[in-house]
């Protein structure tokens, strides 16, 4: 899997809260494979991904950094909205009021704060909410953004062009401007700056180069993940079709594979049943005959003992020759056609025998033979490896 970048609207500000659903705000979304943004109006559209760095417009989010009190952390965040009520442009209750996490290279009585309109902030967590991810980030745009003096970063729509100022990563300030009007200074400068388009490129280069000043941050609310329970976007993530995509896809090789195995497998059981029946044909044209009445009984006696064998999973190479020449010493008196089928297994030998072609006393002395066993009625078995003490 991937990382996915997404870039969210800016807020409209014609509209209310409950208006905005009814709005086309559409979200952009790139991998960081393909630098190229791709917009939707619906989240859920959007590939699966192993993380997602949700960013939000600098217009719609202010970051100051304040002087604070030795403090606890708890105590800190009760005595906040006091601390930046002069800083605010809307009242405290409209404002999503967060601490950002200290970082190094800041002094103790230094911390980020960052202000954002609490509605806006709720809407949109809703709408991250869908997302097939189960690590979500949400952070400014400008903390992908180097921090310089000399570069002024903006962005254009139709007709307002949104310019970002970061001198320093504690340092950011945005403003939105006509697209034909001249670029306001705000502050002075030796020259013009530099103006340098937010891209593609330029967001998935911050991703390496600014980690260590946004890897700690995640602006999201409570009610997101309160809202991903509701939604079950974990079930949603286990029935995405992109999830399921690269396992089918090795399930199919996997069935190849084995379809291939199977043919192999039939194959090699093809050739063993040839080889098998060319060595019972060999060892019977040499011990059985004279035996046999005619080539059509010879071969039905050859096939049936292999097909026998190979469906009972035997292994028929053992004795057969010595087997047939046991049985060959058993028949010597008896008359060539009382033979009438032989079948091999690794039970041992069996035959049928015409009773009619028997004298008694033929028929007494193969009963009384110790190594043959009878089945039914003209039907006995010699036992593997009989008769091995008469060589």
């Not at 996915?4 to 705000?25: E, K, N, T």
């Not at 970061?166 to 006509?178: F, G, L």
């Not at 180069?209 to 609310?221: A, D, G």
């Not at 396992?247 to 199977?262: I, S």
């Amino acid at each position: 899997m991937t990382s996915l970048i997404i870039r969210c609207p800016a807020r409209p500000l014609a509209y209310d809260a409950q208006a905005w659903s009814l709005q086309d705000l559409y979200f952009s979304w790139m991998t960081v494979e393909h630098a190229e943004f791709q917009e939707v109006l619906d989240l859920d559209a959007c590939p699966v991904a192993e993380h997602v760095l949700a960013i939000i417009p600098d217009i719609d989010i202010r970051i100051a950094e304040l002087k604070v009190p030795a403090v606890n952390t708890k105590k800190l965040i009760q005595v906040l909205p006091m601390l930046i009520e002069d800083e605010l442009l809307s009242s405290v209750e409209d404002t999503r009021i967060q601490l950002l996490p200290q970082t190094s290279d800041q002094p103790p009585d230094r911390r980020l704060v960052s202000m954002m309109d609490r509605d806006w902030l709720l809407w949109l967590s809703e709408k991250l909410a869908v997302i097939n991810c189960e690590k979500i980030q949400l952070i400014s745009e400008s903390m992908l953004l180097p921090a310089t003096d000399s570069i002024l970063y903006y962005q254009e729509d139709e007709t307002t062009r949104f310019y970002t100022s970061k001198p320093s990563p504690q340092e950011v300030t945005c403003w939105a401007q006509p697209v034909n009007e001249p670029t306001l200074a705000i502050r002075e400068r030796s020259g013009p700056p530099e103006l340098l388009e937010i891209s593609a490129a330029l967001l998935l280069q911050g991703m390496s180069t600014e980690k260590k000043h946004y890897e700690s941050i995640n602006l999201l609310p409570d009610e997101f993940y309160d809202s991903r329970a509701e939604r079950q976007s974990e079930v949603q993530n286990w029935l995405s079709r992109e999830l399921w995509k690269s396992p089918l896809q090795w399930t199919k090789y996997a069935t190849l594979t084995l379809c291939v195995g199977y043919l192999c497998y039939v194959m090699a059981l093809i050739w063993l049943d040839r080889r098998w029946e060319a060595t019972l044909e060999t060892a019977a044209n040499q011990v059985l005959s004279e035996r046999t009445r005619s080539k059509e009984l010879y071969a039905r006696l050859v096939s049936t003992s292999c097909m026998v064998a190979h469906k009972n999973l035997e292994n028929c190479g053992g004795d057969f020759e010595r087997m047939l020449v046991a049985l060959q010493n058993i028949l010597r008196d008896t008359p060539p056609e009382a033979l009438k089928a032989l079948v091999y297994s690794g039970k041992g030998l069996v035959f049928e025998l015409e009773e009619s072609a028997l004298s008694d006393s033929q028929r007494l002395a193969i009963l009384q033979d110790n190594a043959i066993q009878r089945l039914g009625v003209g039907s006995f078995l010699l036992s593997p490896y009989a008769r091995l003490a008469d060589d």
